[in-house]
């Protein structure tokens, strides 16, 4: 028997199998919400498995015997290779960022170690506090932080803006 396709390919067309398409919509929004619920479920149980945020801090960081956590916040920190996620803290001695992911970093014995990226800056190294924002997209608001050295660190994304700026100034004003 001769081949008569000759190196062409064959192909078998397929219909779709369900009667109904706009059940499957339905389906996938519901799969959907569903994935959404169980993502935020599990975000909130590993929350009250760390105890909280004034648990997370103190164990990032170390706290003095006075020193109270005063608000914290999830925003990102500007860095020359991109924004990094985590959470800023702001206490009675210090503003504090510790990243949601670790980072690679090369160890002085050349193996590779992941360890979250930390700032902290204790409130009387801090020169200024000021808003800015994108001037092509006003949307887009940054809070920069000074320190006496001139070294600036840019915070961006939060939830309320207005609420973080407030105590950002707040806590600059007592760190005086």
């Known amino acids: 028997m001769k081949n008569t396709n000759n190196g062409q390919v064959i192909g078998i067309p397929i219909a779709y199998s369900s009667s109904y398409p706009s059940s499957h919509i339905k389906k996938s929004r519901k799969d959907s919400v569903m994935s959404w619920m169980h993502k935020f479920s ?22 003095g015997k006075r020193e109270k956590l005063v608000k914290a916040m999830q925003c990102y920190l ?12 702001i206490s009675t001695d210090k503003i504090a960022f510790h990243s949601d992911r670790s980072i690679t970093i090369t160890s002085p014995t050349g193996n590779l170690v992941k360890v ?26 940054y809070v920069q932080v000074v320190t006496v050295d001139d070294f600036e660190f840019w915070f961006m994304g939060f939830v309320s803006y207005q609420k973080t700026l407030k105590q950002l100034r707040v806590q600059d004003l007592m760190g005086l």
């Open 78 to 89: 500007s860095t020359t290779s991109g924004p990094i996620s985590g959470m800023l803290f």
């Open 116 to 141: 979250p990226y930390k700032v902290l800056i204790p409130l009387n190294r801090i020169k200024r506090v000021n808003p800015s924002q994108n001037s092509e997209k006003p949307s887009q608001k």
């Open 42 to 63: 599990k975000s909130i149980r590993d929350h009250v498995a760390l105890g909280g945020v004034e648990r997370a801090f103190k164990q990032s960081f170390s706290v």
